[in-house]
């Protein structure tokens, strides 16, 4: 028992002394360029680095025979790189000294893997628990998949939500591009509203204009400087009389036109802003494609059809009947158009 425990022992030191050591410091860049070890810097850090995969708390695991294989390839190896620290240039034959250590440093890397590779094997398997391994590697896939499972239910959840969204804002947004589209129309009708008020206060001015002025015209002759002493003052007065009216009433059938005409266009622009405004809930009422082409041709005459100004009569009585039976295809593209600013 005190030989397998000094055993241990002398195994652990060699180990732990090639484990130990720096490649650098055999690079021995103090021979020069013709005479150092630079090149073989890799290969011992290869080497040591086989050694330093053997944890020293392992080894109490391992049969003597493989304890003394891993204590007599440290020793072997450390005593290699110790002939690199013996190394003189002056010696006899130096260059040739110096490749064959470069080459039997270059050779250590199999031999040493050969012998180490199954020990490095065997105590990395002692190593990992695979069992665990695996139980810990299905509990990971489990909770990846329960994760994934909450991750997909919370973004359909969210992609609802955005849905819902999404609608609303597009419902708000039609709502509020058909009332952009309407104030245009009331606008016009506010335009037309001024003007109609200006009209009708023209229109009563020139009426008791030509009120005062047929007083005025009835009792003028009696006044003595322009009363017409003869036939020809008499046909005179009565000719600027006339004329004098006819442009009074000339003026006054104009103002109470213009204010007929533009309440007129008041009228038309208002009813066209209503039509915009509420034609949606028609379209959203018909049931089919078809119904909602006809509610928007509809829609669509009733707004940007030709109407009468006011100043200019064009009745036409059968317009529904020929939006209704025949030309619902020429309005077809306004329509569509209409249902764009809707949507």
Not at 82 to 99: L, P
Not at 112 to 138: C, H, K, N
Not at 242 to 268: D, G, M
Not at 286 to 301: E, F, H, N, T, Y
Request: hydrophobic share 40%.
């Amino acid at each position: 028992m005190a030989d397998q425990e000094e055993d241990l022992i002398e195994t652990e030191k060699s180990l732990e002394r090639v484990q130990q050591l720096n490649a650098v410091e055999y690079a021995r860049t103090d021979l020069g360029r013709s005479y150092n070890f630079e090149d073989a810097i890799p290969d011992i850090q290869r080497v040591v680095g086989l050694f330093r995969q053997i944890s020293l708390n392992s080894l109490y695991q391992l049969p003597r025979n493989q304890r003394n294989t891993i204590r007599n390839f440290s020793d072997s190896y450390f005593n290699v790189l110790s002939e690199i620290q013996k190394f003189d240039e002056k010696q006899s034959n130096a260059i040739n000294v110096r490749n064959e250590l470069v080459t039997n440093i270059k050779r250590q890397y199999q031999q040493v893997f050969d012998q180490l590779f199954p020990i490095i094997g065997y105590l990395t398997s002692r190593a990992v628990d695979f069992s665990r391994l695996e139980t810990e590697g299905r509990s990971a896939i489990q909770a990846i998949e329960d994760k994934t499972k909450i991750i997909l239910e919370s973004l359909q959840a969210s992609e609802k939500q955005a849905t819902e969204t999404l609608k609303e804002i597009r419902q708000a947004a039609a709502e509020q591009g058909v009332s952009q589209q309407a104030t245009y129309f009331k606008d016009a009708a506010d335009e037309y509203k001024k003007a109609s008020e200006k009209w009708r206060q023209g229109t009563i001015w020139i009426a008791l204009g030509l009120g005062a002025y047929g007083v005025a015209t009835s009792v003028i002759h009696k006044i003595p400087f322009v009363a017409p002493t003869n036939p020809y003052d008499s046909a005179q007065l009565i000719v600027s009389k006339l004329v004098v009216f006819f442009v009074i009433l000339f003026w006054l059938l104009l103002a109470s036109r213009n204010f007929l005409a533009n309440k007129h266009n008041e009228l038309i622009n208002r009813h066209r802003q209503r039509a915009l405004q509420t034609f949606r809930a028609l379209v959203d009422a018909a049931s089919d494609g078809k119904a909602q082409d006809i509610v928007l041709s509809q829609a669509a005459q009733c707004i940007f059809g030709p109407q009468d100004t006011g100043f200019s009569k064009q009745q036409s009585s059968n317009q529904p009947s020929q939006v209704i039976n025949g030309s619902i295809v020429d309005l077809l593209p306004t329509a569509r158009a209409l249902n764009q600013i809707a949507n």
